[in-house]
């Protein structure tokens, strides 16, 4: 009998002893894995921030979820204090575990037979919100263990308790303790006081049954309970204690920014798609990556731009808008609008619509003019005219209005005023693949018919296209790409990406650029009047400053694109069905949207003129003859050519007979001169 004891004594022992080292492998086991498997991430969404040119917050982008992420240092005492108490008061004791809640958790759960009671940590409750879901499983709680082994041995307790306070859920969509201090008080978790930190600190628990916002009495219950435990752990005085329960607290309930609501949100699209790219990531990882990217947005432009469209459209037009302003010399996009109405439509016309370019596009045939013996002042006629083409076929292009000069007019003039037929001949005399091949080097990438009526705009481009390509023009023929992102951090502010600034290499002739540039301050300059006033009469009288531009239009599109030294802006307007624009104050829209906003963006930039190459000159000319001006003409204007390619004969159409007779009695007095000298002596 004692040997039969003795033998199941022995036998309880070896169970005992080999459940023990079981245990001790096991464990050991799990630390040694946790070790090699390493640290395991701390964040998991944090929102991520856009910043304007001058660093101001401009948006955020979030994923399903509102994060954000600061160090313990910016937190309150009091936060810290009433989760800590509230939550693991042994938890700077402890390594992960409290062993003695977890006997007392296990007794209890036997007893009801399921997971009714809980003893985790707060490095417990950090392993579950970052890495597992909150099912009451066996399963759920083994990889909460391991993962907590693993936070444990690699993060310091102030780590794990900072990752805790970003990460733990508040309700409402708000996760961390900053996203709940600005939702419930619209204030930083460092100015929270201590009756909003105990109750912010009981939220946790149960948002559904504690947050103030669903259930006051519970919430204001909970906080009491928690002021008590602050109290009687000697965390607070009496005192305060006293003051705190007495003190009604403001919830200022900050309601959730929609896209409208933010600055420039079709630009912060852009950012949002240019991050991805950069990073190489999908648009969800950057939502809810806790980036902070820093971008070309100027935000007083961008109000700006929203301003005029808004003053000048009306709110019961179905118009749409398309536009964009960049720095000609970076390509960096300043201004950006996609829309009237974000909320209603994100559809991004300034980069994503493609409409026909219309008149805007003959600066490109005329750059390619200047590049094939064009100079300021050749002469074409406009008047009607049929162009037989290759297959047989007729081609009568014509001008507005059916206005026309009935003879020779300059391309200085043909470009102000917008002549079709001068940019018809022009493109048969070139041919349409080189204008095509000079629409490529400004950086029309899409679908160009080479055929005679692409000198007029038949090809459809985006607003961010022409814009880009008359950028070129304005910063002297360098290539440049626009963009709208200078940097990017992550949440701790390591430089992930940084662009380099670099010029851009020369794609365009710089005296041909200059010249063109030139040529297109004339839509502005009323010198240039002839059959028909030139295009930018309308709103000549609003600007201030020199600029250079084309407007053009199709039956259901109206353009504005130009430029000056500092910036270069595109605006289009048209219906998204793509109808015909049949209310003619529509289609003035784009170009007082454009002066508007051009105007207001100068008011603090510097008076710079467009600088002349060193190969150009500059000549008095007589835009109706294209010749050099005299004293008689009516009208001079300066225009530019290469050196060796300026007119060398003089306006002889600008006189009076009694003008003549006198000049020829002038000139008989002195023999020894010739005519043409001694005639202009009397001037020069």
């Not at 970052?130 to 993060?155: C, D, G, S």
């Not at 006293?242 to 420039?264: C, P, S, W």
């Not at 295009?535 to 504005?560: C, F, H």
């Amino acid at each position: 009998m004692k040997k039969s004891r003795f033998t199941t004594f022995q036998i309880i022992s070896r169970i005992v002893i080999g459940i023990i080292g079981l245990t001790f492998v096991a464990i050991a086991g799990i630390y040694l894995f946790s070790f090699l498997l390493g640290p395991p991430p701390l964040t998991n969404e944090i929102n991520t921030i856009y910043y304007s040119d001058s660093n101001e917050v401009i948006g955020e982008e979030r994923g399903v979820e509102n994060r954000y992420w600061i160090d313990l240092e910016e937190m309150s005492d009091h936060i810290i204090d009433a989760t800590l108490i509230t939550e693991d008061r042994h938890f700077l004791e402890h390594n992960g575990f409290d062993f003695k809640r977890i006997i007392g958790a296990i007794i209890q759960n036997i007893k009801q037979q399921s997971l009714v009671e809980g003893a985790s940590t707060l490095t417990q409750q950090l392993a579950r919100n970052l890495y597992l879901t909150h099912e009451k499983t066996w399963n759920r709680k083994i990889k909460e263990a391991f993962y907590a082994v693993r936070l444990e041995m690699y993060y310091s307790k102030a780590e794990i308790l900072e990752g805790y306070l970003n990460s733990i859920y508040y309700g409402h969509g708000v996760y961390g303790i900053e996203a709940a201090s600005n939702y419930f008080f619209n204030k930083s978790a460092e100015e929270l006081s201590l009756p909003e930190a105990a109750m912010l600190a009981g939220v946790p628990k149960g948002p559904t049954y504690y947050s103030p916002f669903n259930n006051k009495e519970n919430a204001e219950n909970r906080q009491a309970r928690i002021l008590e435990l602050m109290r009687n752990n000697d965390i607070i005085t009496p005192e305060e204690y006293q003051a705190a329960i007495r003190t009604e607290l403001a919830y200022v309930r900050k309601k959730e920014e929609n896209k409208k609501d933010t600055i420039g949100p079709y630009f912060q699209d852009m950012v949002l798609k240019e991050a991805a790219k950069i990073l190489e990531m999908d648009t969800e990882a950057i939502r809810s990556g806790g980036y902070q990217i820093y971008t070309t947005l100027d935000a007083e432009f961008q109000k700006g731009l929203e301003s005029s469209i808004h003053q000048t459209v009306r709110d019961s037009s179905e118009m749409e808008i398309g536009a964009m302003s960049i720095d000609p010399e970076t390509g960096a996009i300043k201004a950006l609008v996609g829309g009237r109405d974000y909320e209603k439509s994100p559809f991004n016309r300034a980069v994503q619509a493609k409409r026909m370019a219309g008149s805007t596009f003959k600066p490109f045939l005329y750059y390619a003019a200047l590049n094939h013996g064009y100079t300021s002042t050749t002469m074409l006629a406009s008047k009607p005219t049929a162009f037989e083409l290759e297959n047989g076929e007729v081609y009568q292009p014509s001008n507005y209005n059916d206005y026309y000069a009935y003879e020779p007019i300059s391309l200085a003039q043909a470009l102000a005023l917008s002549d079709n037929i001068y940019a018809v001949k022009t493109n048969m005399f070139l041919t349409p693949e080189r204008l095509v091949e000079a629409a490529r080097k400004f950086g029309i990438e899409g679908e160009l018919p080479a055929v005679p009526s692409l000198a007029l705009g038949t090809a459809s481009v985006t607003v961010e296209e022409l814009v880009t390509g008359y950028g070129m023009i304005a910063n002297g023929g360098h290539k440049i790409d626009s963009y709208t992102i200078e940097k990017i951090t992550d949440w701790n502010g390591n430089t992930l990406y940084e662009r380099e600034e670099e010029e851009g290499e020369v794609v365009l002739d710089p005296e041909k650029t200059f010249i063109l540039a030139d040529l297109m301050t004339g839509m502005f300059d009323r010198k240039l009047n002839g059959y028909t006033s030139v295009t930018g009469s309308p709103i000549v009288e609003q600007l201030t400053r020199t600029y250079a531009g084309k407007s053009g239009s199709t039956n259901s599109d109206s353009w504005m694109i130009g430029f000056s030294p500092h910036l270069v802006t595109g605006v289009w307007g048209g219906y998204d069905d793509n109808r015909p624009m049949q209310i003619v104050a529509e289609t003035a829209y784009p170009k007082q949207i454009w002066a508007d906003f051009m105007e207001k963006a100068h008011e603090e930039l510097p008076e710079i003129g467009f600088q002349a190459p060193s190969g150009v000159v500059g000549v008095p000319v007589d835009p109706e003859t294209g010749h050099m001006a005299t004293p008689y003409c009516d009208v001079s204007r300066v225009m530019y050519f290469e050196k060796g390619n300026e007119p060398t004969s003089y306006c002889m159409k600008h006189f009076h007979d009694e003008e003549i007779q006198e000049d020829t009695e002038e000139r008989k007095e002195d023999s020894n001169k010739g005519i043409v000298e001694k005639f202009f002596d009397s001037f020069f």
